[in-house]
């Protein structure tokens, strides 16, 4: 072998290294290799968490068609809006850590909504608020046990989404009042 092959072996060999460096550096973060490192109560998380918002989107879109109140509709929007967010970035992980989820509420949430439909007026906006604050009670502990994964991509999810969730309580807890006051104004002193 001459001076120009093996100079131009060595260089093929070292074009070789590096593309299988890049391949087993890339290949580490492809769906296939991340889901390993992932652990049963982030899965859970996952699986909960889909679960939680789905069911506030759902009983969301119902109180859009059913209130008339301006109160009940605002929050009601903002929850689609917020929690179908929230909803796209837990898919997203699901499917990169290879964990089954399912973005249908579940049964508990369909026989609430069939009982929210037979409610009208300030009735089912009370009935409604009702489940959107046991809801967001629920969401927020989730996520505040999420916020201490070990996993970054779920804890720095968790953390970001607590704020929101902590809207949503807040608006739900000051709804009732607001919702008394539309329909009953409040009589001026005498």
Request: aromatic share 4%; with cysteine.
């Amino acid at each position: 072998m001459d001076l120009t092959q093996i100079t131009l072996l060595s260089g093929i060999l070292a074009l070789v290294v590096v593309v299988i460096y890049y391949q087993l550096k890339t290949g580490a973060n492809h769906p296939a290799h991340i889901h390993n490192n992932i652990s049963k109560e982030d899965r859970r998380f996952l699986r909960q968490a889909v679960t939680v918002s789905a069911t506030e989107v759902a009983l969301s879109q119902l109180a859009l068609k059913t209130s008339s109140a301006a109160s009940v509709q605002y929050m009601a929007k903002r929850i689609i809006d917020d929690q179908t967010q929230v909803n796209r970035k837990l898919a997203s992980l699901a499917w990169r850590y290879r964990v089954n989820v399912s973005a249908e509420p579940g049964q508990k949430t369909q026989q609430q909504a069939q009982q929210l439909c037979t409610l009208r007026g300030d009735a089912f906006d009370q009935a409604y608020d009702e489940v959107i604050v046991q809801d967001n009670r629920k969401a927020i502990d989730l996520f505040t046990a999420a916020a201490t994964s070990a996993n970054a991509e779920i804890r720095h999810l968790a953390e970001a989404t607590l704020p929101t969730l902590d809207l949503h309580l807040k608006m739900a807890e000051e709804l009732e009042p607001r919702v008394a006051d539309a329909v009953e104004p409040s009589l001026p002193p005498m």
